[in-house]
T-cell receptor, first 115, second 110 residues
Framework: NAGVTQTPKFQVLKTGQSMTLQCAQDMNHNSMYWYRQDPGMGLRLIYYSASEGTTDKGEVPNGYNVSRLNKREFSLRLESAAPSQTSVYFCASDRPDRGFNQPQHFGDGTRLSIL | QKEVEQNSGPLSVPEGAIASLNCTYSDRGSQSFFWYRQYSGKSPELIMFIYSNGDKEDGRFTAQLNKASQYVSLLIRDSQPSDSATYLC??????????WGAGTKLIIKP
């Protein structure tokens, strides 16, 4: 059981380049999330998808777009990368419809550097 | 705005002692609470959750919840160097959203 899989694990971009971070889960979870985590800081929610076909902004959505491709896959796109977007990006998923005690499960993260 | 607050630390504890990690939350409507451990360079992993007032034990870990004081804690007994990590506290609100604390860095000294 792979859980939550993120690709790529590492990426270096130049300012202004675009890229898409991929996330897939095989746990039949309805909800998926994208977070960023900067050094010494907690998780900040970028976007989330409560269910297939829906997406919503989180705390720090500017500069990002997302696509919920199907129930398994949720991608994050940087259209024009900026140095301020250098961070570690985590994808997570859960099934809150099963109750308040459902935890979020995380992928291994993507370490992104923008030069 | 709903908040979860943690002391950033670092909290330094001798090996074999009890480590006590604390977390307060602002939303009285919070339904459940989660503790995650995050090693440097790794993703958060779930340690345990709690939703009822009182204590919940799992091996060397005990979570404590006091809804009246809006306070959650995690106790780690017989601390080991492998417990050195950042511990994240999160609350799930009535809209099923997870609100995250910034984490407490724990260092276990051999």
């Amino acid at each position: 059981n792979a859980g939550v899989t993120q690709t790529p694990k590492f990426q270096v971009l130049k300012t202004g380049q675009s890229m898409t971070l991929q996330c897939a889960q095989d746990m039949n979870h309805n909800s998926m999330y994208w977070y960023r985590q900067d050094p010494g800081m907690g998780l900040r929610l970028i976007y989330y998808s409560a269910s297939e076909g829906t997406t919503d902004k989180g705390e720090v959505p500017n500069g990002y777009n997302v696509s919920r491709l199907n129930k398994r896959e949720f991608s994050l796109r940087l259209e024009s990368a900026a140095p301020s977007q250098t961070s570690v990006y985590f994808c997570a998923s859960d099934r809150p419809d099963r109750g308040f005690n459902q935890p979020q499960h995380f992928g291994d993260g993507t370490r992104l550097s923008i030069l | 705005q709903k908040e979860v607050e943690q002391n950033s630390g670092p909290l330094s504890v001798p090996e074999g002692a009890i480590a006590s990690l604390n977390c307060t939350y602002s939303d009285r409507g919070s339904q459940s609470f989660f503790w995650y451990r995050q090693y440097s360079g790794k993703s958060p992993e779930l340690i345990m959750f709690i939703y009822s007032n009182g204590d919940k034990e799992d091996g060397r870990f005990t979570a404590q919840l006091n809804k009246a004081s809006q306070y959650v804690s995690l106790l780690i007994r017989d601390s080991q160097p492998s417990d050195s990590a950042t511990y994240l506290c999160a609350s799930r609100d009535s809209n099923y959203q997870l609100i995250w604390g910034a984490g407490t860095k724990l260092i276990i000294k051999p």
